[in-house]
């Protein structure tokens, strides 16, 4: 596996149910970053995390919650969400870099096609 | 006034056509500037960036950047069926802040 990969990549619940997404890169990158991309709307930034450490959190509601063991691996964690959750999620890494002119380019994911019925 | 403005479009031209992508942006401090492209189905894949301002050229491709009007395109020369896609604008005061266009749904017509 290259890359930043993401499973599932289609997902169907219900309100109730409990699920997780999967993120892995393998990249040896030590950002990596939780975005929502809904139809006509653009990507909205849910979590990011550096160095294993959450460092974003931009007023996403509980029913997500994410969890980043190590530095390859990112999950989100979904609980009793609403119909208005239904999006694409995008995971992304990223090598964090202290020089300032370096660009520390965000590679993505698939992402997961969530459908909350 | 949202921080980074995109026209969603849809954009449609014929091959070989010129193709310009725009976005305007708010916030002076942003110094981050990105394009990213998006295929059906796909996460986005960076296609440009220009840290701080100016210009750069990677093959068809051409970024600007003009800070004192806010305002940063993506040109696409002797454009191509392959180039239809959604062109993301990504802005930001640093790498991991990046805010995001709506993106531009752009077709080349055979």
């Known amino acids: 596996e290259t890359g930043v990969t993401q499973t599932p990549r289609h997902l169907v619940m219900g309100m109730t149910n409990k699920k997780s997404l999967k993120c892995e890169q393998h990249?040896?990158?030590?950002?990596m970053y939780w975005y929502k991309q809904s139809a006509k709307k653009p990507l909205e930034l849910m979590f990011v995390?550096?160095?294993?450490?959450?460092?974003e959190n931009n007023s996403v509601p509980s029913r997500f919650s994410p969890e980043c063991p190590n530095s390859s691996h990112l999950f989100l964690h979904l609980h009793t969400l609403q119909p208005e959750d239904s999006a694409l999620y995008l995971c992304?890494?990223?090598?964090?870099?202290?020089?300032?002119?370096?660009?520390?380019?965000?590679?993505f994911g698939p992402g997961t096609r969530l459908l909350v019925l | 006034q949202k921080e980074v403005e995109q026209d969603p479009g849809p954009l449609s031209v014929p091959e070989g056509a010129i193709v310009s992508l725009n976005c305007t942006y708010s916030n002076s401090a942003f110094q981050y500037f990105m394009w990213y492209r998006q295929y059906s189905r796909k996460g986005p894949e960076l296609l440009m960036y220009?840290?701080?301002?100016g210009n750069k050229e990677d093959g068809r491709f051409t970024a600007q950047v003009d800070k004192s009007s806010k305002y940063i395109s993506l040109f696409i020369r002797d454009s191509q069926p392959s180039d239809s896609a959604t062109y993301l604008c990504?802005?930001?005061?640093?790498?991991?802040?990046?805010?995001f266009g709506q993106g531009t749904r752009l077709t080349i017509n055979p």
């Open positions: 990249l040896g990158h030590n950002a």
């Open positions: 992304a890494s990223s090598q964090e870099s202290w020089a300032h002119r370096e660009v520390e380019t965000q590679y």
């Open positions: 995390y550096s160095l294993e450490e959450r460092v």
């Open positions: 990504a802005i930001g005061p640093g790498a991991q802040k990046l805010v």
């Open positions: 220009t840290y701080s301002s």
